[in-house]
């Protein structure tokens, strides 16, 4: 038994360590009010972009003076996209007309767009191989 949990302890000091030390810091502009969140998705490659409740990790955010801020730490380096909209009446899902036109503003990183769709993951990745604060325009 010792020699097994010796084992299992040099394994653990020897495996190299994934960097999770790198942090996103994100502003959100162009918001018409401070009204309702913003709702903001980080997504990894594998993850479903850019659908609602499919991100790697979701927060929900105060707009303060047309301003959303978040700050994801202990990431792993790699490509992240962020996908962000204005819940203006705080009903969790970005609103749409009968066209299938959205109608709470949004935005995406890299500040991507599409005349008709989301821009793809690749359009809107951002590659952390360090800590990094970007800012994204909701439209």
Request: charge should be positive.
């Amino acid at each position: 038994m010792k020699s097994f949990l010796l084992l299992a302890i040099l394994i653990s000091l020897l495996s190299p360590k994934k960097n999770t030390n790198i942090s996103l810091s994100l502003q959100v502009t162009g918001f018409s009010s401070n009204e309702g969140k913003a709702f903001i998705g980080l997504y990894r490659p594998q993850d479903k972009w850019p659908e609602i409740n499919k991100q790697f990790i979701g927060k929900v955010v105060v707009i303060e003076n047309g301003i959303a801020k978040i700050t994801f730490e202990t990431l792993e380096k790699g490509y992240y996209a962020i996908a962000v909209f204005h819940d203006r009446n705080r009903n969790g899902i970005l609103d749409k007309n009968m066209l299938g036109i959205p109608v709470e503003k949004y935005g995406f990183s890299n500040n991507a767009r599409e005349t008709f769709s989301a821009p793809s993951f690749q359009s809107a990745a951002l590659n952390l191989d360090k800590s990094k604060w970007i800012s994204i325009n909701v439209k």
